[in-house]
């Protein structure tokens, strides 16, 4: 289960952080009360350098090591599982790989704006759609943080009434929405809600465009979000719940397109970068591959040991990666979906995030906790691990892929960490740069 820093950390006073779920009574603004920077520890990439820990832990006032408290957490931290079954064998079927390599060098961290997580197995809450502009979701805001600036703005606020701007069918009012998950491309964010709320806004205006209740059951969470791009140009987004149903809308109008039913409750979905297939994850240990048109069930992937949350396919539509509560993530080739590519292990918990880099070159893997994983996808997913302490809303790379994103929820060593693509130049290059 979620496991609290605070709970094994000595806290240091003079740091700032949240309650469980602030509702921004403070300030009116649903967490922007998390912006005093001036009492954030931020930490730099010289900082780094001369020995300052990337989260601005300080350690050399607890009562252990780093090296000590990281031996702690992989012996004793408790990875959730809703299913039971046998892990043996899992690991000789696991890639071995050492984790050496370094494709993102750590740039910096800051703590003034800080994730949090409504749902310990729902993430997916940070964005990035330029390396100097990053969306994350903090209490009953959606923040945008600029590492440029560093500054942060709220750009949403839904601890109040949401009122949609777009008379379209099925828009309604609602309030005081507790988001679950969330997407965003382009200038389209899209959210999901933890009583079944979809919410679409384009950041750049006011207000929602749409919002609605997807189910009408209090009991049935939005899972997950998507934005796609149709071939024809469409913008189409896609909604999970835990009524098993994954509806497709169509974001002009927003009216429903297509609404197609599972056997379980459906926790993730992504459709081919070519939109033929749709990846479904759920309530299964099994994964299904569906016509994205029918929603007909094209193939089934078997192998993971419990339930999926977190899927992501390779730019060029050939490998899927799908994340799974057995703390591993599987490749898949669509071409051939009889068995994994590969099974790349994780550390101490369930996957729970995937993203590939926008050139398909890196796929960065993020557990409930603790590590992210890079893999090169160019070098048999050689690995770079990325070693933090607590529990990770999401991770993100820029669209141009020269910038990694990781948010942690953790309430006093929490913020966001920035990485930067390490690039080899000659002599002649560095003249030019």
């Known amino acids: 289960m979620a496991h609290d820093l605070r709970d094994d950390l000595e806290l240091v006073g003079g740091d700032y952080y949240f309650d469980d779920f602030d509702d921004g009574s403070q300030t009116g603004s649903g967490g922007a009360s998390g912006l005093q920077h001036e009492q954030m520890d931020d930490t730099s990439a010289l900082d780094y350098k001369e020995g300052k820990d990337i989260q601005g832990i300080p350690w050399e006032r607890l009562n252990y090591s780093r090296e000590q408290y990281r031996k702690m957490r992989l012996k004793e931290y408790k990875n959730y599982q809703n299913l039971t079954r046998s892990r043996r064998g899992l690991e000789q079927e696991c890639k071995q790989v050492e984790r050496k390599d370094t494709f993102f060098d750590f740039q910096s961290s800051t703590r003034a704006v800080k994730s949090t997580i409504v749902h310990f197995q ?3 809450l940070l964005w990035a759609t330029s390396k100097h502009d990053v969306y994350l979701v903090q209490n009953y805001s959606v923040m945008h943080w600029s590492p440029l600036h560093q500054r942060g703005t709220e750009v949403l606020n839904v601890a ?3 009122t949609p701007t777009e008379n379209v069918k099925g828009a309604r009012r609602l309030s005081r929405v507790q988001i679950s998950t969330m997407a ?7 959210a999901g809600g933890f009583q079944g709320e979809l919410i679409c806004k384009y950041v750049d205006k006011p207000g929602v465009a749409f919002c609605t209740n997807l189910t009408g059951n209090n009991n049935s969470i939005t899972n997950a979000v998507d934005i796609y791009q149709a071939p024809n140009g ?7 719940n835990n009524d098993c149903v994954v509806r497709t809308f169509d974001a002009e109008r927003y009216s429903l397109l297509t609404q197609f039913t599972f056997p379980w409750s459906v926790n993730n979905t992504s459709v081919s970068p070519d939109d033929k297939l749709m990846a479904v994850l759920g309530d299964s240990a099994d994964c299904l591959i569906a016509d994205s048109q029918s929603g007909r069930e094209v193939a089934t992937l078997r192998g993971h040991l419990d339930y999926s949350f977190a899927s992501a396919w390779h730019p060029d539509g050939r490998v899927l990666a799908t994340g799974n509560q057995d703390a591993t993530c599987r490749l898949w080739d669509a071409r051939n979906l009889s068995g994994p590519l590969a099974v790349l292990p994780g550390r101490i918990g369930a996957v729970r995030g995937l993203r590939f880099s926008p050139d ?4 960065a893997a993020a557990e409930a906790a603790d590590f992210v994983h890079v893999y090169d996808a160019a070098a048999g997913y050689a690995e770079q691990e990325v070693d933090l302490f607590g529990e990770v809303a999401g991770a993100a790379f820029s669209p141009d892929g020269e910038a990694l994103f990781v948010s942690v929820a953790d309430r006093t060593y929490g913020g966001v960490l920035e990485f930067r693509r390490r690039r080899s130049y000659g002599y002649l290059d560095s003249c030019f740069f």
């Open 184 to 190: 965003l491309k382009d200038n389209l964010m899209v």
């Open 160 to 162: 109040g009434q949401l």
């Open 122 to 124: 729902l993430r997916n």
């Open 234 to 240: 469409a913008t189409r987004v896609t909604a999970a």
């Open 360 to 363: 398909g070159r890196f796929l």
